[in-house]
Each structure stands twice: as C-alpha cells, then as structure tokens.
C-alpha cells in the first residue's frame, strides 16, 4: 500500500520565521515520484517540486527547500524568512510507478504566517 | 496553450438530482485522471482513462459515480441520485503521457466545487 502522511495539521509562524513542514511517505515501488502542490485560498493546486526516487539531492529555489531522505522515507520542505502570501494549505504527494499513476495525496498543511 | 479546463466551475444541487461534471484536458493529452477533495483532506483518486478506455475505477466509491471519455478527449463524471456527502471539490487532470514513467507528469484543473442540500 502507498501512503503519505503529514502530521502536521496547521502551522502559525510570525513572518520572517523559518518553517519545516513534514511529509513521510510509503510505498514498496524502488522506483516513485514524490511532489509538494501549494493550495491558496482561491482553490487551485499549484505545483511545486517534484523529485523521482533516484535523485535525493537536496533542492533550493529561493526561499523555498527540500530535504528528501530515503532512509527515512521524508520528504520535508523548509521556507526561509515565511511571508503572509505564503499562507496556504500544503499537500505532499506520491505517486508509484506499480499499476496506476495515481496521486496519492496526504491530508495536508495549513500554513498561517501572521503579520 | 490553454489548460485543463473544467465546467462548472460550481455546482449547487439539491439531493437525489443527477450532476454532470465536464473535464476538457490539454489538447492531445492521453490520459485523463479525476479526483475528489473533500473539505480538510487532500484529493484523492477516483478514476483513469487512458484515450477512451476507462483503465482503473477502483477510486470510484459506488454505483452512483460513472465516468466516460468517449471520444478520448473531453470526459464527463456523473454522479447520480446525489447525497450530501458527496459535497466536494472534483479535479481532473491529464498527461501526454498514456503508459510508461513519465504517466507521472500530470497538470490538473482548477476545479468543480459541488455542493449537495
């Protein structure tokens, strides 16, 4: 079975304030796809990042990072200096390269960064 | 280019009536994928068409839910009888990809919100 789990249900940081959100996932694919989609207010999910199983090499993108880690089966994503545009609820997801293609989604994150 | 686009973009009906949800993907996309939100909780599965062929329906949670993409482009979610806790948000997506490991790049639409009183 896959699985992906967030913990973490709703965050608060003040801004500028750094934050980690959690992703552990599960799956017995050696060969997955893993992501992180950012959900505003309006609804739309956009896309992030995607990393594949073979390439743990940590990501940067401005204030944004990731922290994918095999042997612990994480995926964590860390912003730096949070600002109140980045108020959002924050999906990690999987998907497998056995049967489907399918997104397998955790329950998410809700991100409040507070002036 | 255009999206994937999804029509309506907000559904409001009463129990027991029939909906309809349309799914226009990116043009020349083979595969199409339908998910449901439910309010707190992140999509999840319900449906894959690879063209025309309906290739898994295991997401699909009963006999009210039917899908189809008859001509492999354009695809429509039915839901029949409605109940409440079919209330939602319903997301296609689609890829250019029918089979192989890049089926994983799939680009989603924005969304039809479902409401059932």
């Known amino acids: 079975a896959q699985k992906v789990t967030q913990a973490q249900t709703e965050i608060s940081v003040v801004e500028k304030e750094d934050v980690t959100l959690d992703c552990v996932y599960e799956t017995r694919d050696t060969t997955y796809y893993l992501f992180w989609y950012k959900q505003p207010p309006s609804g739309e999910l956009v896309f992030l990042i995607r990393r594949n199983s073979f390439d743990e090499q940590n990501e940067i993108s401005g204030r944004y990072s990731w922290n994918f880690q095999k042997s612990t089966s994480s995926f964590n994503f860390t912003i730096t200096a949070s600002q109140v545009v980045d108020s959002a609820v924050y999906f990690c997801?999987?998907?497998?390269?056995?049967?489907?293609?399918?997104?397998?989604f955790g329950t998410g994150t809700r991100l409040k960064v507070l002036a | 280019g255009a999206g994937v686009s999804q029509s309506p973009r907000y559904k409001v009906t009463k129990r027991g009536q029939d909906v309809a949800l349309r799914c226009d993907p990116i043009s020349g996309h083979v595969s199409l994928y339908w998910y449901r939100q439910a309010l707190g909780q992140g999509p999840e599965f319900l449906t894959y068409?690879?063209?025309?062929?309906?290739?898994?329906k295991s997401g699909l949670p009963n006999d009210r839910f039917s899908a189809e993409r008859p001509e492999g482009s354009i695809s429509t979610l039915t839901i029949q009888r409605t109940e409440q806790r079919d209330s939602a948000m319903y997301r296609c997506?689609?890829?250019?990809?029918?089979?192989?490991?890049?089926?994983?790049?799939?680009?989603f639409g924005p969304g039809t919100r479902l409401t059932v009183t």
């Open positions: 997801a999987l998907i497998g390269t056995s049967g489907t293609y399918k997104y397998i």
């Open positions: 068409f690879n063209y025309e062929a309906q290739q898994d």
């Open positions: 997506a689609s890829s250019p990809y029918g089979t192989g490991l890049s089926s994983y790049e799939q680009y």
